[in-house]
């Protein structure tokens, strides 16, 4: 299972072989995992391990588009998974951080959808439904891409609440989502990029946003 430092070492030893594209969005993400491990506060550590995340998937496409094209993200790693190392963090060690994840109706949207009068209570409801019974059927048949698509939906919920103001800093509501989001996220990142590095020449992992331009 790769840790931080081993994947700094890969990168180091590799680096040479990437396109410049490729090689910025590996640097980046790692710079903002690395103070991930040096924060000192739940939110400081979430926020890095975010925009970690975001290094390392997104693409100069509008924002309406941010949850697709993660989704198709974790889908390549997915695929390219051959150890079977996303496989063995979601289902060997954080499936019951996973689960009390996703049983946390505070970070499922249609819940606040419904509290902020958007939806109905019985759609909100319906939502908690469908989205129980395809957890417990990726449960069944162990698709790690289907559960890595609902837990990073409630991620994106967490991460909305914070960046967008919708929490205080410290607060003391929100602690064991956001434990067991920065636990999952500081371990699945690193086995994310050790993934797209074995696998750089494989596909065009895209162009980041702001290259750096002289």
């Known amino acids: 299972m790769s840790n931080l430092k081993d994947v700094e070492i890969k990168y180091l030893e590799d680096r040479n072989q990437f396109n410049d594209n490729f090689r910025l969005r590996i640097h980046?993400?790692?710079?903002?995992?690395?103070?991930?491990?040096?924060?000192?506060?739940?939110?400081t550590q979430f926020i890095a391990l975010w925009i970690a995340f975001n290094a390392a998937y997104a693409r100069e496409l509008d924002d309406i588009r941010?949850?697709?094209?993660?989704?198709?993200?974790?889908?390549?790693?997915?695929s390219f998974d051959k150890d079977h190392t996303i496989y063995d963090i979601v289902w060997k060690k954080f499936s019951?951080?996973?689960r009390l994840?996703?049983?946390n109706k505070f970070v499922f949207q249609p819940f606040w959808d419904f509290h902020n009068g958007k939806i109905s209570e019985k759609a909100y409801l319906v939502a908690e439904v469908k989205e129980r019974e395809r957890f417990l059927s990726?449960?069944?048949?162990?698709?790690?891409?289907?559960?890595?698509?609902v837990m990073f939906s409630r991620l994106y919920t967490l991460r909305n609440q914070i960046i967008?103001?919708?929490?205080?800093?410290?607060?003391?509501?929100?602690?064991?989502?956001?434990?067991?989001?920065?636990?999952?996220?500081?371990?699945?990142?690193?086995?994310?990029l050790q993934i797209m590095m074995e696998n750089h020449s494989e596909i065009d992992w895209?162009?980041?946003?702001?290259?750096?331009?002289?």
């Not at 941010?66 to 997915?78: G, H, M, T, V």
């Not at 990726?138 to 698509?149: P, Y």
């Open 164 to 192: 967008h103001g919708g929490a205080t800093y410290q607060s003391s509501v929100n602690r064991e989502q956001l434990r067991d989001g920065c636990n999952i996220l500081s371990l699945l990142i690193p086995a994310m």
């Open 66 to 78: 941010d949850r697709a094209i993660f989704n198709e993200f974790l889908l390549r790693i997915c």
């Open 101 to 103: 994840l996703l049983d």
């Open 28 to 43: 980046r993400s790692l710079s903002w995992l690395k103070m991930a491990e040096e924060a000192k506060d739940l939110d």
């Open 138 to 149: 990726s449960l069944e048949k162990q698709k790690t891409e289907r559960i890595l698509d």
């Open 206 to 214: 895209g162009k980041p946003f702001y290259p750096v331009v002289n």
């Open 96 to 98: 019951q951080s996973i």
